[in-house]
């Protein structure tokens, strides 16, 4: 059982250039999330979806957008990257909204030059 | 706003000693207490969580402990082992009814380090 998959492992992009996360769960899992970690910040929310089709902003959401078309996969656009986005992107699933269970990827190490 | 943080940054201790991570919280309407691990080059992985109305659990060989008075959460682990080196966070869920509920939000972590 995969669990949560994301993709690429890493990325080097140049500022300015449009990049989507990629973020697929096999868990059939409700709730969807995105965090971005950075160092001395712990891991802040970015977006999340309580449901396929729905979405919401969490703590730090400015710059990022989310899709959720079907229950499985939750990509993440960078729609004009910055220098100040370079981090590390996890994406998460719980079975459902407020579970405190929740499934992480691997994470995506994304660096913005 | 309200967070959640952590006392200690870092914390070494010898293999099987018990390890005790300590966390201040602020938010009087979180719901539940989470404990979660991450060892390097992955996610964070769930251990256990606490509900807002008890002051223990106890998992294997992990004990979650709640002060509600002074908005204290601690993880103990017994017989510390070099496979527990990682990094811990707390984080919070808040109840319903709450702008923030369901969301998790994480504290900034501590890291520990098993010597053999």
């Known amino acids: 059982i995969a669990g949560i998959t994301q993709a690429p492992t890493s990325q080097i992009l140049a500022a300015g250039r449009r990049m989507t996360l990629r973020c697929t769960q096999d868990?059939?899992?409700?709730?969807m999330y995105w965090y971005r970690q950075d160092l001395g910040l712990g891991l802040r929310l970015i977006h999340y979806?309580?449901?396929?089709?729905?979405?919401g902003k969490g703590e730090v959401p400015d710059g990022y957008s989310v899709s959720r078309a079907n229950t499985d996969d939750f990509p993440l656009t960078l729609a004009s990257a910055v220098p100040s986005q370079t981090s590390v992107y996890f994406c998460a699933s719980s079975a459902n909204w407020g579970n405190t269970e929740a499934f992480f990827g691997q994470g995506t190490r994304l660096t913005v030059v | 706003g309200e967070s959640v943080g952590l006392h200690l940054p870092t914390l070494s201790v010898q293999e099987g000693d018990n390890s005790i991570i300590n966390c201040a919280y602020s938010?009087?309407?979180?719901?539940?207490f989470i404990w979660y691990k991450q060892e390097s080059g992955k996610g964070p992985q769930f251990i256990i969580d606490?509900?807002?109305?008890?002051d223990k659990r106890q998992g294997q060989r992990v004990t979650v402990l709640l002060n509600k008075t002074v908005k204290h959460l601690s993880l103990q682990i017994a017989a510390t082992q070099p496979g527990d080196s990682a990094v811990y966070f707390c984080a919070e869920n808040i109840g319903a009814g709450g702008t923030s509920y369901g969301k998790l939000t994480f504290g900034q972590g501590t890291i520990l380090t098993v010597h053999p």
């Open positions: 979806s309580n449901t396929a089709g729905t979405t």
């Open positions: 938010n009087s309407a979180s719901d539940y």
């Open positions: 606490i509900r807002s109305n008890m």
């Open positions: 868990m059939r899992h409700n709730a």
